[in-house]
């Protein structure tokens, strides 16, 4: 499974997350992008960019992929809430993620933003966004 899918899996798991969010497959966690109309609040995560480490014989078997993950809400509050959640749910997390074992996850930047609206409402969406930096195994033959 790619660390993507355990992640979600992880994400799912943590009921902080979850009594926020929904659970199983009503859960509102994208990749990517958010439904057209998404309810909120409500996650979208994406991977920038991964690097996967090599050593003078060939790869070591570590990938370091940047993780950005975007925590939506109607009231800053309620984005920070959900943010929160996920921050203390990842942040210094080592071990097994599903069948991904994670060396390490670390929070270098974060930050608040509010998306105007793009219909003729005035309701626009709070965005918590975290930018994690993970360190996780991965085959190399």
């Given at each position: 499974m790619a660390f993507s899918e355990d992640l979600v899996t992880f994400l799912k798991a943590q009921s902080s997350i979850?009594?926020?969010v929904g659970s199983g497959a009503?859960?509102?966690?994208?990749?990517?992008?958010?439904?057209?109309?998404?309810?909120?609040p409500a996650i979208r995560y994406v991977i920038p960019s991964a690097e996967s480490a090599e050593g003078l014989s060939g790869?070591?078997?570590?990938?370091?992929?940047?993780?950005q993950i975007d925590?939506?809400?109607?009231?800053?509050k309620l984005a920070n809430e959900l943010g929160e959640a996920?921050?203390?749910s990842l942040q210094g997390f080592r071990g097994m993620m599903g069948s991904t074992f994670v060396n390490s996850i670390t929070l270098p930047n974060q930050m608040e933003?509010?998306?105007e609206p793009i219909d003729s409402s005035d309701e626009g969406v709070h965005?918590?966004?975290?930018?994690?930096?993970?360190f996780h195994s991965e085959a190399t033959a």
């Open positions: 979850t009594d926020l009503a859960a509102r966690i994208r990749p990517a992008k958010l439904k057209q109309r998404e309810a909120v790869p070591v078997g570590v990938c370091s992929p940047n993780l925590c939506y809400g109607r009231t800053k996920v921050r203390l933003l509010y998306e965005r918590k966004m975290l930018q994690f930096l993970v």
